[in-house]
Protein backbone atom coordinates (compact mmCIF):
# COMPACT_ATOMS: atom_id res chain seq x y z
CA UNK A 1 0.00 0.00 0.00
CA UNK A 2 1.18 3.31 -0.76
CA UNK A 3 1.59 6.23 2.03
CA UNK A 4 1.32 9.79 0.93
CA UNK A 5 3.03 12.46 3.22
CA UNK A 6 1.69 16.06 2.33
CA UNK A 7 4.05 19.33 3.05
CA UNK A 8 4.62 22.55 2.41
CA UNK A 9 1.63 24.30 4.14
CA UNK A 10 2.02 26.58 7.33
CA UNK A 11 0.99 30.66 7.74
CA UNK A 12 0.71 32.34 4.85
CA UNK A 13 -0.54 36.19 3.72
CA UNK A 14 -3.70 36.62 1.61
CA UNK A 15 -2.31 37.19 -1.93
CA UNK A 16 0.29 34.84 -1.46
CA UNK A 17 0.93 31.84 -3.31
CA UNK A 18 1.93 28.40 -1.77
CA UNK A 19 2.99 25.15 -3.12
CA UNK A 20 2.18 22.12 -1.35
CA UNK A 21 3.61 18.52 -2.06
CA UNK A 22 2.63 15.14 -1.66
CA UNK A 23 5.34 12.15 -1.74
CA UNK A 24 4.43 8.96 -1.83
CA UNK A 25 6.21 5.79 -1.02
CA UNK A 26 5.52 2.17 -0.79
CA UNK A 27 4.61 1.20 -4.07
CA UNK A 28 4.55 2.15 -7.94
CA UNK A 29 3.31 5.66 -8.03
CA UNK A 30 3.12 6.42 -11.19
CA UNK A 31 -0.10 4.72 -11.93
CA UNK A 32 -2.05 6.00 -10.04
CA UNK A 33 -4.18 9.24 -9.90
CA UNK A 34 -3.94 11.80 -7.46
CA UNK A 35 -6.64 13.88 -5.74
CA UNK A 36 -6.91 17.11 -3.49
CA UNK A 37 -9.02 17.69 -0.51
CA UNK A 38 -9.58 20.16 2.05
CA UNK A 39 -11.21 20.68 5.20
CA UNK A 40 -11.97 23.91 7.09
CA UNK A 41 -12.90 23.82 10.91
CA UNK A 42 -16.43 22.83 11.35
CA UNK A 43 -17.11 21.86 7.70
CA UNK A 44 -17.05 18.67 5.79
CA UNK A 45 -14.13 17.72 3.80
CA UNK A 46 -14.13 18.58 -0.07
CA UNK A 47 -12.74 17.86 -3.26
CA UNK A 48 -10.70 20.47 -4.72
CA UNK A 49 -8.49 18.94 -7.73
CA UNK A 50 -6.84 15.77 -8.96
CA UNK A 51 -4.31 14.69 -11.99
CA UNK A 52 -4.23 11.80 -13.47
CA UNK A 53 -1.91 9.10 -13.52
CA UNK A 54 0.02 9.99 -16.37
CA UNK A 55 -0.46 13.91 -15.82
CA UNK A 56 -1.90 14.77 -18.79
CA UNK A 57 -6.02 15.56 -17.13
CA UNK A 58 -6.42 17.76 -14.53
CA UNK A 59 -9.74 17.98 -12.72
CA UNK A 60 -10.92 20.98 -10.59
CA UNK A 61 -13.95 22.61 -8.65
CA UNK A 62 -15.32 25.18 -9.71
CA UNK A 63 -14.51 27.16 -6.85
CA UNK A 64 -10.80 26.86 -7.16
CA UNK A 65 -10.33 27.33 -10.86
CA UNK A 66 -8.23 29.45 -11.83
CA UNK A 67 -6.12 29.88 -8.71
CA UNK A 68 -5.26 26.44 -8.40
CA UNK A 69 -3.29 24.06 -10.79
CA UNK A 70 -2.43 20.60 -9.98
CA UNK A 71 0.95 18.97 -11.36
CA UNK A 72 3.38 15.74 -10.82
CA UNK A 73 6.65 14.66 -11.27
CA UNK A 74 6.59 10.73 -10.89
CA UNK A 75 10.11 10.47 -11.66
CA UNK A 76 9.68 12.28 -8.28
CA UNK A 77 6.74 10.20 -6.79
CA UNK A 78 5.15 13.53 -5.93
CA UNK A 79 2.06 15.41 -7.03
CA UNK A 80 2.06 19.16 -6.61
CA UNK A 81 -1.20 21.52 -5.52
CA UNK A 82 -0.24 25.16 -6.41
CA UNK A 83 -2.45 27.69 -5.21
CA UNK A 84 -1.98 31.27 -6.17
CA UNK A 85 -4.00 34.41 -4.91
CA UNK A 86 -4.91 32.80 -1.32
CA UNK A 87 -7.66 34.18 0.39
CA UNK A 88 -8.61 33.52 3.98
CA UNK A 89 -11.64 31.10 2.71
CA UNK A 90 -8.71 28.95 1.59
CA UNK A 91 -7.63 28.11 5.12
CA UNK A 92 -7.63 24.67 5.74
CA UNK A 93 -5.85 21.06 6.40
CA UNK A 94 -5.08 19.96 3.09
CA UNK A 95 -5.28 16.60 1.97
CA UNK A 96 -4.24 14.06 -0.72
CA UNK A 97 -5.36 10.96 -2.11
CA UNK A 98 -4.39 7.76 -4.08
CA UNK A 99 -7.71 6.70 -7.02
CA UNK A 100 -7.66 4.92 -9.94
CA UNK A 101 -10.79 7.06 -11.07
CA UNK A 102 -10.40 10.06 -13.24
CA UNK A 103 -11.95 13.27 -12.75
CA UNK A 104 -14.01 12.11 -9.75
CA UNK A 105 -14.83 14.29 -6.52
CA UNK A 106 -16.06 11.60 -4.71
CA UNK A 107 -14.26 10.57 -1.95
CA UNK A 108 -15.49 7.00 -1.63
CA UNK A 109 -13.12 6.13 -5.47
CA UNK A 110 -9.72 7.77 -3.10
CA UNK A 111 -8.32 4.58 -1.60
CA UNK A 112 -4.56 6.22 0.05
CA UNK A 113 -4.74 9.21 2.23
CA UNK A 114 -2.32 11.51 3.79
CA UNK A 115 -3.09 13.15 7.39
CA UNK A 116 -2.84 16.49 5.98
CA UNK A 117 -1.44 19.59 6.09
CA UNK A 118 -2.77 22.85 7.93
CA UNK A 119 -2.75 26.00 5.58
CA UNK A 120 -3.89 28.73 7.00
CA UNK A 121 -4.03 32.40 5.32
CA UNK A 122 -3.94 35.53 7.38
CA UNK A 123 -5.30 39.08 5.84
Known amino acids: QVQLVESGGGLVQAGDSLRLSCAASGRTFSSYGIGWFRQAAGKEREFVGS????????YYADSVKGRFTVSRDNAKNTVFLQINSLKPGDTAIYYC????????????????WGRGKQVTVDC
Open 51 to 58: INWSGDNT
Open 97 to 112: AETTVEDDPIEAVYES
